[in-house]
């Protein structure tokens, strides 16, 4: 029998939301103004373009280099003295300093630390012995795919649908359960024959129907603006999808089990979301951490449900393959919600 | 030990509760029986709001019983809580919800339920029933949390602090409301540090202080038992009233009255101590600016027992 007060504060769950106008911003318009933002900053698949700095000394060879340096498309030249170009350098406006010494050998110099420097710095050589006429023993052939699924928006838009999730997820529950905490209406409630259990678990279920529409919403921008497709079945997706949402809501449901300040709330949930966000692979893929931070990395909730995501729709890869991730996520679930019960205050 | 009445519907004995050092409720019985309005009267911290929630199953008592319609704590709160009804001191609910939403949820907590727009007619609700609680004022808001309270049609009903905060008039409309709420046969258990609201509402008061109840009794007992006879109000200067007084002695006793203009003095018989009193006013020619008589008033009885008005800090 499904139980009538669990019913009504369901629906109350979903008014909250409807009726909160800020809600509705973070949870469908932040997502989809990043898509936008970095949709179309990266959208541009042509060839990277570097900026270099063209030291001015006196070697003869020097303007022709520099002459035929300026012509390429990979590059973008500024020719300057040696301070000039230091500056530049510093404020990141050129990713190297280029100059012939007195042999004609062309000096670089730049922070290999800095991959966009050392892409430059690889083009710049290379163009050089073209110049000088260098033939390649075993010419290469680039066959530039371009297939869907493989653009950076596509790597993006599963990140910000799991991101949205939890941001959404963690804040907007546990902000409610401390706001009615403070407000004695927790209290109140315990002054009611309800059964306590029915108002966590309104909180789950209300987060399904908020679900559902930052799914519909981001992933439907995504597809209508840049042509985003689901490799994999929509039915696992939303599996993905509704576990994160369980395990991030009873992450929240931790976080706002005992304080009655929604300052101290923030501050937990700064110090949750931000690492997480920028740590579980949600704007960049993880594989260029450390390997010690790689695998502290893969055990947080957020990367679990962003590579979940990820593979079943851009890989196409079914439920059964994505045990690793789906455990962990369960993991959560369980984990918070037991450990949620064991602290709550109701006043 | 007595036996409670048919009639009781809640009797607690001999509640103790301590907040670390402080004792915030020490040896507190009381009984509310079947129809009557009950009233604890304190000033700020006197332990009103503790003894409240302790009755209503929300902090369990360092010692003490409690028996609500021969009901305990813990055993049988789930149906002791189906029993009585709830506004706490300081609550706000949603503020994003209608009327109607509130007292949906609240009615969706109870087996069985008042009608929700008779509910509504009843709090004199009617065109506010979609209007959020944001929008409210407060008197009208207090009106939707006493619905709250009222919406499974409890027999005994807990008010703590009903009307704080709540200009004159809502406050009067409030009272009006809850002696219908009283007409309908149930019990109140009221909490409040407004004088005027215990002698309007209440058929028995128990004034606190420091988390003791000092005096219980209808309004009559207690006056008469602690504040006996009238008040004579009088204006006149000090020179002449110590001339007064070498002629009458009861007079002796006459106090300044607190806003500093004229004196007051507490008597038995006000009829014979008037006429003696204008007697002396004019054998002596004293220039008297005003004068009354009003009877005792639970303000005396605080002032008496506690040495302080209810209001003073
Ligand atoms: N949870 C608590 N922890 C510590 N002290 C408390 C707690 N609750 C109440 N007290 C203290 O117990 C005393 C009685 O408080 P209580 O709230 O019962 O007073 P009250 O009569 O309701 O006052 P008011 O008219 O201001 O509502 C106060 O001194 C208060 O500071
Ligand atoms: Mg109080």
Not at chain 1, 70 to 84: P, T, Y
Not at chain 1, 87 to 93: A, D, H, I, Q, V
Request: glycine share 8%.
């Amino acid at each position: 029998m499904i139980n009538k007060s669990l019913v009504e504060m369901v629906k109350g769950r979903w008014r909250e939301f409807k009726r909160e106008p800020s809600a509705m911003f973070f949870v469908v318009f932040m997502p989809i103004l990043w898509m936008l933002i970095l949709g179309l900053a990266f959208s541009d698949s042509k060839q990277e373009r570097y900026s270099i700095g063209l030291k001015n000394g006196s070697h003869a060879e020097e303007s022709q280099v520099f002459d035929y340096l300026a012509k390429q498309s990979q590059l973008k030249v500024f020719e300057g003295d040696e301070a000039e170009l230091a500056t530049k350098l510093k404020r990141g406006e050129v990713l190297l300093m280029l100059e012939l010494d007195a042999k004609g050998q062309a000096v670089m110099h730049f922070d290999p630390s800095n991959p966009e420097a050392a892409r430059a710095h690889d083009a710049s050589h290379h163009l050089i012995q073209e110049y000088y006429g260098r033939t390649d023993p075993r010419p290469t052939i680039a066959n530039h795919v371009k297939a869907v699924g493989s653009r950076y928006i596509d790597f993006l838009i599963p990140g910000l649908l799991a991101l949205s999730l939890f941001t959404s997820s963690l804040f907007g529950t546990g902000m409610t359960i401390v706001a009615n905490r403070r407000e004695n209406l927790l209290k109140r409630y315990m002054a009611t024959p309800m059964n306590p259990y029915e108002y966590i678990v309104s909180h789950i279920i209300g987060r399904y129907f908020i679900f559902a529409v930052e799914f519909c919403c981001i992933l439907g921008a995504g597809m209508l603006m840049f042509g985003f497709q689901v490799q994999g079945n929509w039915l696992s997706l939303i599996t993905v999808g509704l576990l994160g949402t369980a395990s991030f809501t009873s992450l929240g449901i931790l976080c706002g089990s005992r304080t009655a300040n929604t300052s101290t709330y923030n501050g937990i949930n700064n110090l949750l979301t931000l690492p997480m966000m920028m740590l579980s692979g949600v704007w960049f893929s993880r594989a260029h951490f450390p390997d010690w931070l790689a695998s502290i990395v893969e055990f947080l909730p957020l990367t679990a449900c962003v590579d979940a995501i990820r593979r079943v729709a851009l890989e196409g890869v079914g439920l059964a393959s994505l045990g690793f991730e789906l455990g962990i996520l369960a993991f959560y679930t369980v984990a918070c919600t037991v450990f949620a019960k064991m602290s709550f205050k109701w006043y | 030990m007595r036996v409670p009445n048919a009639g009781t519907v809640l009797k607690a004995q001999g509640l103790v509760k301590k907040f670390a050092q402080l004792l915030a409720v020490d040896q507190v019985s009381l009984e509310v029986s079947k129809g009557e309005c009950f009233a604890l009267l304190g000033p700020n911290g006197a332990g009103k709001t503790t003894t409240c929630e302790m009755l209503e199953g929300l902090t369990s008592p360092d010692t003490g019983d409690i028996e609500i319609c021969g009901l305990k704590f813990p055993k049988q709160r789930g149906d002791i809580l189906k029993l009585i009804g709830v506004a706490l001191q300081e609550t706000n609910l949603y503020k994003k919800y209608t009327v109607k939403e509130t007292l949906e949820l609240f009615s969706s907590f109870y087996p069985k339920t008042l009608s929700i727009p008779g509910l509504v007619a009843k709090l004199k609700l009617e065109d506010k029933l979609d209007t959020r609680l944001e929008h409210l004022s407060g008197g009208q808001k207090q009106r939707v949390y006493l619905g709250c309270a009222l919406v499974h049609n409890p027999d005994l009903l807990f008010l703590d602090e009903p009307t704080s905060g709540l200009d004159p008039q809502a406050r009067r409309y409030l009272w009006e409301l809850l002696r219908e709420v009283k007409a309908d046969g149930r019990s109140i258990f009221l909490t409040t540090h407004y004088m005027e609201e215990a002698q309007e509402l209440a058929d028995r008061i128990a004034i606190m202080d420091h988390g003791k109840i000092i005096a219980m009794g209808t309004l009559q007992e207690l006056v008469s038992t602690h504040c006996q006879g009238d008040f004579l109000e009088f204006q006149c200067a000090e020179s002449e009233l110590e001339s007064l007084q070498n002629s009458l002695s009861w007079l002796k006793t006459a106090k300044k009255l607190p806003t500093g203009e004229g004196f007051e003095v507490n008597v038995d018989n006000a009829t014979t101590k008037t006429r003696e009193f204008m007697r002396e006013v004019d054998a002596l020619g004293v220039n008297l600016g005003h004068f009354s008589i009003r009877q005792s008033t639970l303000e005396d009885v605080f002032l008496k027992l506690t040495g302080r008005n209810i209001r003073d800090d």
